[in-house]
């Protein structure tokens, strides 16, 4: 009885043990919605056994090393990642969405596509995959690179750029922490993205199950499609 008892422990903490593994995903840290897309994760991983952390780091480095295995995947990229990371698998629902949006000094400008932008100077964050998709396949645009939210509202600020291009939500929070005046949002949207979470293919046999998961809360609203 007892070594049957002792059998039972051992399975039992067996069990837990793997029930905690823990993965771990790159992120890029010049993302603005890391927090938010992780809450995200972080329940659903729950819900499959697995604890969840991140490591932020260089957009391009992030990629790299997870496509190579460091990494069990990356936190969030848009759909197209896996072109040139070949080893990573994007779950086809989306973990968030956002709108490309331009800021100026200037109230009423619109723009609706990054053609519209070509007369202008215009700020970008150095690493996101739209940025680089937007200077490799508009060539009329003039721009300048920053590393991060508050560095491009500071150079529009100082009349360095006429405009500065990102996320809405992000631009927002960067407006409200950074508290500079007479800066506004331009009408129109440049482009709407949704990004995916990213595996590694070792993980491949996790996509279906994390799939049905994250389509629940998609539809029941817990993540975030509204743009707001």
Same mark, same amino acid.
């Given at each position: 009885?007892?070594? *049957?008892?002792?059998?039972?422990?051992?399975?039992? &903490? #067996?069990?837990?043990?793997?029930?905690?593994?823990?993965?771990? &995903?790159?992120?890029? !840290?010049?993302?603005?919605?890391?927090? !938010?897309?992780?809450?995200?994760?972080? @329940?659903? @991983?729950?819900?499959?056994?697995?604890?969840? !952390?991140? *490591?932020?780091? =260089?957009?391009?480095?992030?990629? #790299?090393?997870?496509?190579?295995?460091?990494?069990?995947?990356?936190?969030? *990229?848009?759909?197209?990642?896996?072109?040139? @990371?070949?080893?990573?698998? =994007?779950?086809?629902? =989306?973990?968030?969405?956002?709108?490309?949006?331009?800021?100026?000094?200037?109230?009423?400008?619109?723009f609706k596509d990054w053609t519209d932008l070509y007369p202008h100077q215009i700020g970008l964050i150095n690493g996101l995959i739209y940025a680089e998709s937007a200077t490799e396949n508009h060539h009329g645009l003039q721009f300048i690179k920053v590393n991060s939210a508050d560095q491009l509202f500071n150079m529009l600020s100082m009349d360095r750029i006429d405009y500065a291009v990102i996320s809405k939500q992000e631009g927002i929070k960067s407006l409200r922490r950074l508290g500079l005046k007479n800066i506004y949002m331009m009408n129109g949207v440049i482009e709407t993205n949704s990004v995916f979470h990213y595996l590694h293919e070792k993980h491949r046999a996790l996509i279906p199950k994390l799939e049905k998961i994250l389509s629940k809360m998609w539809l029941s609203g817990e993540i975030n499609n509204s743009n707001k």
């Open positions: 009885m007892l070594k *049957r008892a002792m059998v039972l422990v051992v399975f039992l &903490f #067996s069990e837990a043990a793997i029930a905690q593994k823990t993965l771990v &995903f790159s992120a890029n !840290e010049v993302s603005g919605n890391n927090s !938010e897309i992780t809450e995200v994760l972080q @329940y659903a @991983y729950d819900q499959l056994g697995y604890q969840f !952390e991140i *490591r932020e780091l =260089p957009s391009a480095r992030a990629l #790299s090393l997870s496509n190579n295995g460091v990494f069990d995947g990356d936190l969030n *990229r848009i759909y197209n990642a896996n072109s040139k @990371y070949t080893h990573l698998i =994007p779950i086809s629902v =989306p973990v968030h969405t956002f709108e490309v949006v331009a800021f100026g000094k200037t109230e009423g400008g619109e």
